[in-house]
């Protein structure tokens, strides 16, 4: 019910990013804080559609201090918490027979407590993994290998495609009927660069098979094939609205794909992957490029369907507690109905051979005009690891080398190249080994030119000596209980357990190598660990830098240069192009195009009949249980402190949060706090230096992190704003985890200087990333800013704002440290204080018991200051409109207003309304027909802001028109009682969304900060249940409020800016941020 804040508060919740994986294209966007990886925005990736604002963007907590790579994590799938199950059977053997399966092998897994059957569809040669536990969460995929031969993008307009209607279901686009009403806990699809995914998970039987059914008719049979409208649309057209106008290309993947080659970090990964791989499919951009999408015809767009979306070349997955016989049975209908094909012959990826020598690339990135690009440059250093598949000890091995060198601030080369100064933050993610190929990449961003080569000496010098020193075996007792806590845990955040570990084995299976290798790795890690225990850990990792790495002449360097000039000339370019094609047209011709532009237009904008929808399996309310998800919560104290205490299974793992009050600290400290938290874990003490007190919390516990959360609370004037401390370990470690909490906040030395400039210049250059890439987030922060308080607090800790703090507070570190050291104090004194302070704690029962006389202990330890009033924190941004003006193709569009203030009280049907909105108006019109790849609104229930926002946007004016039409939307709205009815359950699925126990635990204690009682909740649910027609219409009058007194905020290319103004003198002021 609170997701809104839950949204901007959870980021830190989970250290896992199971789908951390590079060049990666989804459908949907809306987990996408969660995909991103420990160094870098993950290159190249996209997603089909982008439905509301998530935290990351915004939020102003900072990454948790250990976050582990996907390497680990992904493969810690634990299937089911409570019990064993080692009587889960998989089919029975007659029934797989009689549908045409053949076993191919079966096997119990201990690490996932699952019985995992491999069969192969006798007919067609489709392969099927069935894996059965007692897991509620249940997840389906089917994945086909599609290597591309050029870079036109057709994988990745195929997997968005496909989803637009199909033979049982010929609506527009069923993908949106089941984002709407169904209870999904998982529904997306991906392109990889040489397979596309498509997963769907739920904990409802009846709505896994829909979503199950839906997902199979759309790869196997589907509309856009037969029809080149869904190809215009998801792809590219020209557009042409009036024969006097100029053409323009069109297309949601365009679109996207413009957004993704804005970006300098992307553009960096890309040209990598494709530098590694000059010769097999790696070498070109499964994504699409641009400027070779409108390359691609609807003839081989549809070849490439006929010929790799076929069961031969299907590989498919199920997982969970339903029943392994039913699964065969929904295939065999589908599967049945094709004769088997060649295509697995021809999707087979080929083996990049090693290089003989090293390659050096120089490429270009668009930066702005007029502003310092001395040091602006980039240098990454990328290895092929290998002419062959690796086996899994060594993957194993690799990965634990991955952690020790970079997994950590503390960690050797990660450390030295950002203490060298040289750059600002580090590119290139370490080991990866997704692809068919292992590869090996760091470097760093926010170079200057002249220092470019010696940067790439630090680099290879920083690898010599760890070859021939080795590691502190401090540093690997911290690695090695990080990597066994993070399997034992097998935290997956919001991501289902069984997508995690589907992906884990497709890593292999994708290649026809063995799908159950890559679940088990307990043996593999045992016997690591015994190697390192008796060789030392020297014997086991100087082998493996020489080998894979230091004398290995399959390097490639990129450097990558700002140009100034790149954006403007891409732009004028693609103008051209246009006008070239304009002119070789006759007038029939271009009247031709005009109607066609119209007949898209229009076919976009008609709703699909009512009797369509119906063919989309929906859920009724009789499925929908009438009350909350209710969480264990008793609040208690210990020592006269709060303390909140969740009884949850966690698998002996205690999870615990310190909340301190922030209300009190002066204004002009703000902007410090999100530093401050990071120089907490990230400088030492007076007895140890920052790498032994980082291996120290790496060795006792799972992790900790410290960030602010701030928020409105509904009916009063002063936000709700905190410091929150994070931390895990194994229940039996709650001593050392309060501790090492309590050296955190009480023992580190806040007087660093070099460090600190570091976390400055990082900063910074993370700020400037999230500006091209996520400016919709640094658009609705600044919007808030102009309308609460609490928003004004967050943006002065992670938006634009904060933007310009870090930019001025990079000249004052050198000359003015002492005040600054003095100012990081002085946060300590007003914050870590014993008053107003609370403590939430998640265990089971016996391990909270136990920690108890740990809180206790920790609590006596914290100084008591005298009770200080709230700082009268009062500022708010000018409400006037702007323009934040950056280097980029598409644009970020914001519109929002404060509709508490037009004294709107909330109702529950505020939720359907907004999910609805998303779902149809502000989709079909700012992304299905004004080309963007998202337009989504968002309603802050706590602050009463709502907004509207768009992502990777052709547009500007026009997005605003569709903003302010919402009102007539609404009142002109036709809704049958099926159409509500989705619209209601899709809303009760996203408020009882799927959570693990740590997850629980937080949500009950933000629920407790911003004051949501359970009989709120109870009277939400009952309002969103009860939802008529009725409550839209009346919502017409209160949105109205955002059209006519809403401020805007847009960032956007200069052009577009321009043109805007030019329209409407004066509209926008005008920023320039970067
Ligand atoms: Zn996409």
Same mark, same amino acid.
């Given at each position: 019910m609170e997701r809104a804040v839950l949204l901007r508060s959870l980021s830190p919740s989970s250290s896992s990013s199971a789908l951390a994986s590079t060049r990666l294209f989804s459908r949907s966007a809306h987990r996408l804080a969660r995909l991103t990886k420990r160094h870098r925005t993950v290159p190249n990736f996209h997603q089909r559609s982008f439905l509301r604002r998530h935290l990351g963007l915004i939020s102003t907590a900072s990454r948790p201090s250990l976050q582990l790579k996907k390497h680990f994590?992904?493969?810690?799938?634990?299937?089911?918490?409570?019990?064993?199950?080692?009587?889960?059977?998989?089919?029975?053997?007659?029934?797989?027979?009689?549908?045409?399966?053949?076993?191919?092998?079966?096997?119990?897994?201990?690490?996932?407590?699952?019985?995992?059957?491999?069969?192969?569809?006798?007919?067609?040669?489709?392969?099927?993994?069935?894996?059965?536990?007692?897991?509620? #969460?249940?997840?389906?995929?089917?994945?086909?290998?599609t290597p591309p031969k050029d870079s036109t993008g057709i994988p990745h307009i195929l997997e968005h495609s496909v989803l637009c209607g199909s033979r049982k279901y010929p609506l527009k686009e069923p993908f949106v009927e089941l984002l709407k009403g169904s209870l999904h806990t998982f529904l997306n699809a991906f392109t990889y660069p040489d397979r596309t995914c498509y997963p769907v998970a739920s904990t409802n039987m009846k709505d896994?098979?829909?979503?199950?059914?839906?997902?199979?008719?759309?790869?196997?049979?589907?509309?856009?094939?037969?029809?080149?409208?869904?190809?215009?649309?998801?792809?590219?057209?020209?557009?042409?609205?009036?024969?006097?106008?100029?053409?323009?290309?069109?297309?949601?993947?365009?679109?996207?794909?413009?957004?993704?080659?804005?970006?300098?970090?992307?553009?960096?990964?890309?040209?990598?992957?494709?530098?590694?791989?000059?010769?097999?499919?790696?070498?070109?951009?499964?994504?699409?490029?641009?400027?070779?999408?409108?390359?691609?015809?609807? /003839?081989?767009?549809?070849?490439?369907?006929?010929?790799?979306?076929?069961?031969?070349?299907?590989?498919?997955?199920?997982?969970?507690?339903?029943?392994?016989?039913?699964?065969?049975?929904?295939?065999?209908?589908?599967?049945?109905?094709?004769?088997?094909?060649?295509?697995?012959? /021809?999707?087979?990826?080929?083996?990049?051979?090693?290089?003989?020598?090293?390659?050096?690339?120089?490429?270009?990135?668009?930066?702005?005009?007029?502003?310092?690009?001395?040091?602006?440059?980039?240098?990454?250093?990328?290895?092929?690891?290998?002419?062959?598949?690796?086996?899994?000890?060594?993957?194993?091995?690799?990965?634990?080398l991955d952690h020790l060198m970079m997994g950590t601030p503390a960690s050797p080369l990660r450390k030295i190249l950002l203490e060298s100064g040289l750059g600002d933050a580090i590119v290139g993610g370490g080991v990866e080994d997704e692809l068919l190929q292992p590869q090996f990449s760091i470097g760093l961003k926010g170079v200057s030119e002249d220092d470019i080569q010696k940067v790439e000496e630090l680099v290879m010098s920083t690898l010599n000596k760890l070859a021939a020193e080795g590691f502190d075996s401090d540093a690997v007792e911290a690695s090695m209980?990080?990597?066994?806590?993070?399997?034992? /845990?097998?935290?997956?955040?919001?991501?289902?357990?069984?997508?995690?570990?589907?992906?884990?084995?497709?890593?292999?299976?994708?290649?026809?190598?063995?799908?159950?290798?890559?679940?088990?790795?307990?043996?593999?890690?045992?016997?690591?660990?015994?190697?390192?225990?008796?060789?030392?850990?020297?014997?086991?990792?100087a082998p493996l830098i020489e080998k894979f790495i230091l004398r290995n002449p399959h390097r490639v360097t990129i450097e990558m240069q700002p140009d100034p000039e790149m954006a403007s000339r891409d732009e004028a370019t693609e103008k051209e192009n246009l006008e070239k094609v304009k002119g070789s047209m006759t007038q029939e011709d271009l009247a031709e195009l005009a109607r066609a532009t119209h007949e898209l237009k229009l076919k976009q904008e008609t709703p699909d009949p009512p009797e369509a929808l119906?063919?989309?399996?929906?859920?009724?309310?009789?499925?929908?249980?009438?009350?909350?998800?209710?969480?264990?919560?008793?609040?208690?104290?210990?020592?006269?402190?709060?303390?909140?205490q969740h009884d949850l299974f966690t698998n002996d793992v205690l999870y615990a949060e310190v909340v301190f009050n922030m209300s009190s600290l002066k204004q002009e400290l703000l902007p410090l706090v999100p530093l401050f938290c990071q120089s907490l874990l990230e400088m030492g003490t007076k007895d140890l230096d920052f790498v032994q007190l980082n291996q120290l919390i790496g060795r006792k516990t799972g992790g900790i992190s410290v960030y602010p959360f701030t928020s409105s609370i509904r009916g009063k004037d002063n936000p709700c704003s905190h410091i929150i401390v994070r931390g895990k370990a194994m229940s039996e470690r709650a001593d050392d985890l309060f501790n090492l909490v309590n050296r955190v906040l009480q023992d580190v030395q806040l007087t660093d200087q070099k460090r600190f400039k570091q976390f400055v210049s990082q900063s910074k250059a993370r700020m400037e990333n999230r500006l091209r890439g996520s400016g919709h987030g640094i658009a609705a922060a600044?919007?808030?800013?102009?309308?609460?308080?609490?928003?004004?607090?967050? /943006?002065?800790?992670?938006?634009?704002?904060?933007?310009?703090?870090?930019?001025?507070?990079?000249?004052?570190?050198?000359?003015?440290?002492?005040?600054?050291?003095?100012?990081?104090?002085?946060?300590?004194?007003?914050?870590?204080?014993? #008053?107003?302070?609370?403590? #939430?704690?998640?265990?089971?029962?016996?391990?909270?018991?136990?920690?108890?006389?740990?809180?206790?202990?920790?609590?006596?330890?914290?100084?008591?200051?005298?009770?200080?009033?709230?700082?009268?924190?009062?500022?708010?941004?000018?409400?006037?409109?702007?323009?934040?003006?950056?280097?980029?193709?598409? #644009?970020?569009?914001?519109?929002?207003?404060?509709?508490?203030?037009?004294?709107?009280?909330?109702?529950?049907?505020?939720?359907?309304?907004?999910?609805?909105?998303?779902?149809?108006?502000?989709?079909?019109?700012?992304?299905?027909?004004?080309?963007?790849?998202?337009?989504?609104?968002?309603?802050?229930?706590?602050?009463?802001?709502?907004?509207?926002?768009?992502?990777?946007?052709?547009?500007?004016?026009?997005?605003?028109?569709?903003?302010?039409?919402?009102?007539?939307?609404?009142?002109e709205l036709e809704m049958d009682d099926d159409a509500l009815t989705k619209a209601i359950i899709g809303t009760i699925g996203d408020v009882d969304s799927y959570q693990l126990p740590d997850a629980k635990g937080y949500s009950s204690l933000m629920r407790y900060l911003l004051g949501v009682t359970e009989e709120e909740r109870q009277m939400r649910r009952e309002e969103i249940l009860s939802t008529r027609l009725d409550d839209f219409k009346e919502f017409a009058d209160v949105v109205e409020a955002v059209k006519d007194k809403g401020v805007v905020v847009a960032v956007a290319s200069p052009d577009d800016v321009d043109a805007a103004n030019k329209l409407r003198p004066d509209f926008f002021e005008v920023k320039k941020a970067l």
């Open positions: 994590s992904s493969l810690s799938v634990r299937a089911v918490a409570t019990s064993p199950a080692s009587e889960v059977l998989g089919a029975d053997d007659d029934v797989s027979e009689k549908l045409g399966f053949e076993k191919v092998s079966e096997e119990f897994i201990e690490e996932c407590k699952s019985r995992a059957v491999l069969y192969k569809h006798k007919k067609t040669g489709a392969e099927i993994m069935s894996v059965s536990n007692e897991d509620e #969460n249940k997840v389906f995929g089917i994945v086909f290998r896994f098979y829909n979503l199950v059914d839906v997902y199979l008719d759309a790869v196997f049979f589907p509309k856009c094939v037969d029809d080149i409208k869904t190809f215009q649309q998801e792809g590219w057209h020209y557009e042409l609205n009036d024969p006097s106008e100029d053409i323009t290309y069109k297309g949601v993947v365009f679109n996207e794909m413009k957004g993704v080659y804005s970006q300098p970090d992307s553009i960096l990964g890309r040209t990598t992957q494709q530098a590694l791989f000059p010769d097999n499919t790696y070498g070109v951009d499964s994504g699409g490029d641009p400027q070779v999408i409108p390359k691609l015809t609807f /003839e081989e767009f549809k070849e490439f369907h006929r010929k790799y979306y076929h069961p031969s070349n299907a590989r498919i997955w199920f997982y969970g507690d339903d029943d392994p016989n039913e699964r065969l049975r929904i295939l065999s209908e589908y599967l049945d109905m094709f004769e088997a094909n060649s295509a697995p012959e /021809e999707s087979r990826v080929n083996f990049q051979k090693l290089f003989s020598e090293p390659v050096r690339i120089v490429e270009k990135y668009p930066a702005s005009e007029g502003v310092d690009l001395k040091k602006k440059h980039m240098v990454c250093l990328n290895w092929l690891l290998s002419e062959t598949p690796l086996d899994l000890e060594t993957e194993l091995a690799l990965g634990f209980n990080t990597i066994e806590f993070s399997l034992r /845990e097998n935290n997956t955040g919001s991501f289902p357990r069984g997508l995690a570990l589907m992906l884990r084995s497709m890593g292999k299976w994708i290649y026809d190598m063995d799908p159950f290798e890559p679940l088990k790795y307990q043996e593999p890690l045992k016997a690591l660990k015994a190697r390192i225990a008796k060789e030392g850990s020297k014997a086991i990792f119906k063919c989309v399996p929906s859920l009724s309310l009789q499925d929908i249980p009438k009350k909350p998800i209710q969480i264990p919560t008793e609040v208690g104290d210990i020592n006269g402190i709060k303390v909140l600044r919007m808030d800013a102009k309308l609460n308080i609490a928003g004004w607090v967050s /943006e002065q800790m992670g938006g634009v704002s904060y933007l310009e703090f870090l930019q001025a507070l990079e000249k004052k570190v050198d000359e003015d440290w002492t005040g600054i050291s003095s100012s990081l104090e002085e946060i300590r004194k007003a914050l870590i204080s014993k #008053n107003d302070c609370l403590i #939430n704690l998640t265990a089971d029962g016996k391990n909270l018991k136990n920690s108890e006389k740990h809180v206790s202990k920790f609590l006596d330890l914290l100084p008591k200051t005298s009770p200080v009033g709230s700082s009268a924190w009062s500022a708010r941004l000018p409400p006037t409109n702007e323009a934040i003006v950056v280097p980029t193709q598409v #644009n970020y569009v914001g519109k929002a207003a404060n509709l508490f203030e037009t004294g709107y009280q909330l109702k529950g049907s505020a939720y359907v309304i907004s999910k609805h909105l998303n779902n149809s108006w502000l989709w079909d019109r700012v992304r299905v027909s004004g080309g963007a790849y998202g337009g989504f609104c968002d309603f802050d229930t706590h602050s009463g802001v709502f907004s509207y926002l768009s992502y990777r946007d052709p547009n500007l004016l026009k997005t605003l028109d569709v903003y302010d039409g919402t009102s007539n939307f609404l009142r």
